[in-house]
């Protein structure tokens, strides 16, 4: 039993990691708690859901557009820097919502701005600090890094919404906002005592065996590139749209990293349901918005769970064909959370239907859990069989990937959901994740053949 428990390893290994994991887990409550006043902030100024869905559009763009940039300067300058020049501006933006509220403006504008200017931030800060773990835990334990960052994120995903909503409401907003402040930084002063890491900082090897050099050490794993061959100068320490182009590049060439990405936008294009849940709660299942924050949180409580009995999956070493076989089992869930509906009808009732929502909810659990297995091991491969030079670039394509599928998936679902039905939409939807990602898979042999211990782009 012990074996299948989280590995924890990373955190007694490696204090930078340690605090960093602390810092940032704490940081992740504190943005899940913002997120959820400003929505609240937000509609009590207007009155209106559209006001509060053009907050989606004000934190999705800066993310998007400086998502693939701030990879690039993770890759050009110290990424200890650039992380603490990036997470203060996202935490001058917090303390603005805190004046704001103090000051009770009431104007969306300014609200929409701020929004916008922490996200940019972020588009910089997380793709640089994703880059910065496998400097501190080396490649060995990169899979149990992930999940203990898996982890955190999902805790916060489950406590910060509901205690950002209770707050809001109990103390007010200036106070809240306030409580990220203080939450995000523990995330700073863990960056702050991080060592320098300038562009060729040497990878951390195993715990106990003498660090690796960057370079040398990504030569020996990844096959020899013909740009290079052919007399082409080391990779430019340069942040600009060159620099971002030859990270695009690296990712159209490289097989097994592209397919991670593609699988990953199958399955939150196609089998995502997260859409649906408001009409779920209130014409199938009954119990309105509760209804909707309990499949919400069932998501996110799989995804914990599925952490917390991680610990095998450091030993799993065809990673590739562990991605297929979680994307797979995240549509199969998919498609029992639709039959489930089905079961239950279109009858708006008056009360919830406990029964069907049970057997729901443990169908997003399972779908939750299954991400998270997929997303320890999508991270895992890009981190062990990127350059560490190109790191950071491949890092901000993985974050708008994360950022955008789920909200082109929203749009996708959402249409199909109108046009056949919420249960359908979710049948039909997990069956042609399960049919897409099987037929990628079988296109690309290479990556089920991908071994953790000779890790190939």
Do not use: K
């Amino acid at each position: 039993m012990r074996r299948l428990l989280l590995d924890t390893r990373p955190l007694h290994v490696s204090p930078a990691y340690r605090r960093l994991w602390w810092g940032l887990g704490l940081a992740q409550i504190g943005t899940m708690v913002t997120q959820v006043a400003v929505s609240l902030e937000i509609y009590e100024q207007t009155s209106s859901t559209f006001a509060v869905g053009i907050l989606g559009i004000a934190a999705l763009v800066p993310l998007v557009v400086l998502g693939l940039y701030g990879g690039a300067l993770a890759d050009a300058f110290d990424r200890r820097t650039v992380a603490l020049v990036s997470g203060v501006v996202m935490i001058s933006a917090t303390v603005g919502l805190v004046v704001q509220a103090a000051l009770q403006l009431e104007q969306p504008w300014v609200l929409y701005l701020l929004v916008a200017i922490q996200s940019a931030g972020s588009a910089v800060n997380v793709p640089t600090r994703m880059s910065i773990i496998p400097r501190l835990v080396g490649r060995d334990l990169l899979p149990a890094a992930n999940a203990l960052g898996t982890l955190t994120g999902s805790l916060g995903l489950t406590v910060g919404p509901l205690l950002g909503a209770v707050l809001a409401a109990s103390v007010g907003y200036a106070a809240t906002y306030a409580l990220d402040v203080v939450l995000f930084g523990f995330a700073l002063y863990a960056l702050l005592r991080l060592p320098a890491m300038p562009p060729g900082t040497p990878i951390a090897a195993a715990p106990g065996l003498p660090p690796l050099d960057a370079d040398a050490d990504a030569a020996a794993v990844l096959p020899a590139d013909p740009t290079a061959a052919d007399g082409e100068p080391a990779p430019r320490r340069q942040a600009g749209f060159a620099a971002v182009w030859e990270g695009l590049q690296f990712l159209r060439t490289r097989p097994n990293l592209r397919t991670t990405f593609v699988l990953d936008i199958i399955a939150m294009v196609t089998a995502m349901p997260r859409v649906m849940f408001p009409a779920v709660g209130a014409v199938i299942l009954g119990g309105g918005e509760t209804t909707t924050g309990g499949l919400t949180a069932a998501i996110a409580i799989g995804s914990v769970l599925a952490s917390a009995l991680s610990g095998g999956l450091g030993r799993v070493r065809r990673q590739g064909v562990a991605i297929v076989v979680a994307i797979v089992a995240f549509g199969v869930c998919a498609v029992g959370f639709g039959l489930s509906l089905m079961a239950a009808g279109r009858t708006s009732p008056s009360s919830l239907l406990v029964p069907v929502a049970i057997v729901a909810g443990l169908f997003l659990a399972g779908a939750g859990a299954a991400d998270a297995v997929s997303a320890v091991f999508r991270q895992t491969v890009m981190q062990s069989a990127t350059p560490d030079h190109l790191l950071g670039r491949l890092q901000g394509v993985f974050i708008v990937v994360v950022a955008g599928g789920p909200r082109l998936g929203d749009l996708v679902l959402g249409s199909a959901a109108t046009r056949f039905g919420e249960a359908s939409a979710a049948v039909g939807g997990g069956i042609v994740c399960i049919l897409a990602v099987l037929a990628v898979a079988f296109g690309q042999r290479g990556f089920l053949r991908y071994d953790a211990r000779h890790p190939t782009p």
